[in-house]
């Protein structure tokens, strides 16, 4: 019901099988975390994670803010755009976000191997969309995505047509900026899809933060940015976010567990 300070939907969990209600919940933290972190825009954007063995994807209803978002308020949707599961929303009848379908369904039906598409529109990042410059390896953090892939803008991403350049142009790359528009991550999993956008957002900050101070910056040779670039390749590592996100659900319960209802 709706009490006026928390908007309580019911539970979804006995509708879908254990992986999925899994996925839920970390896709439910992962969008706590894009709030937590001055990464979300009101109702704007959206995050979205793969159903385990199923051609569908589960993505925010358009709507509620990130920090109201649960396990059971997530919209369960084909490559199709057709509402599989949809939750029982109080006095309201919310529904997904065209462009958002458009974005997250073209990357999710062409790319098996990932699992997690997430979009933004932060300050920064729709900043550094508007240099011609695009993101400068001018910083350690920086580097790791010194070969991002770019997509120029072509008005609202409103038209299926858009589909099929937003792939080719995010190629093999776990991050692409969306030239005058925003930020966008990919991963195998949640945690990396996430740990992604973080990063690349504290990029985008530094960059516009060192770039206000009107006073030339230091230049890394290319050999040491592309041996730093290449230190941050998935070969050389761990998992980006694996590490991280056990603590990072410890801090989402102490702050407010919710997102796992």
């Known amino acids: ?50 159903v385990p063995g199923e051609d569908a994807f589960l993505i925010n209803a358009y709507g509620l803010l990130y920090e109201e978002i649960t396990a059971s308020s997530l919209m369960k949707v084909d490559y199709d755009g057709n509402i599989l599961l949809k939750p029982d929303f109080p006095d309201q009848d ?6 958002g379908f458009v974005i997250h369904s073209a990357v999710h039906k062409a790319r098996h191997d990932l699992a997690c598409v997430a979009h933004t529109h932060t300050w920064a990042g729709m900043a550094v969309s508007t240099l011609e410059c695009g993101l400068l390896p001018n910083t350690q ?6 070969k991002i892939s770019y997509h120029d803008f072509n008005g609202v991403v409103l038209d299926l047509s858009e589909q099929e350049r937003l792939v080719r142009d995010l190629g093999d790359n776990n991050a692409m900026i969306l030239r005058n528009h925003g930020l966008l991550t990919v991963g195998t999993t949640i945690p990396e899809a996430f740990n992604a956008l973080h990063r690349l957002e504290l990029s985008c900050k530094t960059q516009i933060a060192a770039m206000s101070c009107n006073t030339p910056m230091v230049k890394v040779a290319d050999d ?11 070969q050389v590592r761990r998992p980006f976010g694996l590490l991280d996100w056990p603590a990072l659900l410890r801090k989402l319960d102490r702050i407010d567990p919710s997102y796992r209802t």
């Open 224 to 234: 040491i940015v592309e041996k730093t670039y290449m230190n941050y390749q998935p």
């Open 94 to 99: 919310y529904g997904v976000n065209r462009a």
């Open 141 to 146: 953090t920086s580097m790791r995505f010194a």
């Open 1 to 50: 019901m709706l009490d006026g300070t928390e908007y309580r939907i019911p539970s979804l969990r006995h509708k879908v099988s254990p992986e999925e209600w899994q996925a839920r919940i970390d896709l439910a933290a992962c969008y706590r975390l894009v709030d937590l972190y001055h990464m979300s825009d009101l109702i704007a954007n959206h995050v979205s994670v793969r």
